[in-house]
């Protein structure tokens, strides 16, 4: 596949590049400089802004999909740079007819500008920041629960299936129900007052809550985590230092001081 990758350069997206050049696809990275990218048969680099209309589109045409790991030029600073150019992004894929785009977006998503999961959850207040850009990025993007659909059967039976965003309503989740799909993750309509209406729509449509939708396996075991989650991604002295120093010293911490930093509950199944 032909890939059209922006933010290759940074710390998300140097991970994706790597991935992607290593199962073979052509990437066609837009950076402004493009002497950070290692050279590689499979890279073609687009010099450029990401800001830059036709600089975008070369990137973009001809792409199967478009994978986009931009951030912010300081998160510290509010600004609207990385939503603009998402949002040419994705004008640029409905030019060239491209409907997959995959993005990378963060905690504290759908924060306002009052601050929302941000101040709910003890967020650091930077996140802030992101959060509205990546919020914004929300409305630029279409969500559609089909892709859910057109994934299903690439999924092995043995999974656990979860289908993100999109749950409008009642019918929805019997939708996605009717087809195998074994749990919901409701994002925008679960914000603020409208989590418990949200849950009612699931719970009206038959879908028992929380830990009974594990119900149709023979073993679960649940483990709560303390943010953050030890890393199966990274490897090498890096994985060591993040697992061992980083993640290891938070989950020393006592949890009355670190349980506002939020928590993961993970549970391992087998059907
Ligand atoms: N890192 C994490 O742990 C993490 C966790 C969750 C979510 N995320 C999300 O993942 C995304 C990437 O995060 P990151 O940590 O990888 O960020 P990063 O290291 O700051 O990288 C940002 C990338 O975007 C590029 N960029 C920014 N503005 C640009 C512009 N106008 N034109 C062209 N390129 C531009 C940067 O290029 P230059 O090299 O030219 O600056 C760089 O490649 C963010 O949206 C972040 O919220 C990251």
Known sequence: MVIALFGATGRAGRLVLERLLARGDHVRALARDPGKLVPHPGLAVVEGDARDVPAVRRAVDGADAIVCCLGMQDIAVPATDFSESVRGIVEAARAAGIRRVVA????????????????????????????????????????????TLGLLPRVPADRLLVTESGIAGRADVQRMRAAGVHAFL???????????????????????????????FSQVRLVPERFPVK????????????????????????????????????????R
């Open 231 to 270: 890393s199966r991604l990274h490897g090498g002295w890096k994985g060591t230092l993040y697992n061992t120093f980083f993640v290891g010293t938070f989950n020393a911490l006592p949890r009355p001081l670190v349980r506002r930093f939020g928590w993961h509950l993970l549970a391992f199944c087998t």
């Open 104 to 147: 990378i977006a963060s905690a504290g998503v759908l924060a306002d500008a009052r601050g929302g999961l941000r101040n709910q959850h003890g967020l650091p207040a930077a996140f802030a920041n992101i959060a509205a850009e990546h919020t914004r990025n929300l409305r630029t993007f279409e969500v559609t629960l089909d892709t």
């Open 186 to 216: 409701v994002g925008e309509a679960a914000m603020e007052q409208r989590i418990t209406r949200a849950k009612a729509k699931v719970a009206e449509a038959g879908v028992p809550p929380d830990r009974a939708v594990l119900g149709g």
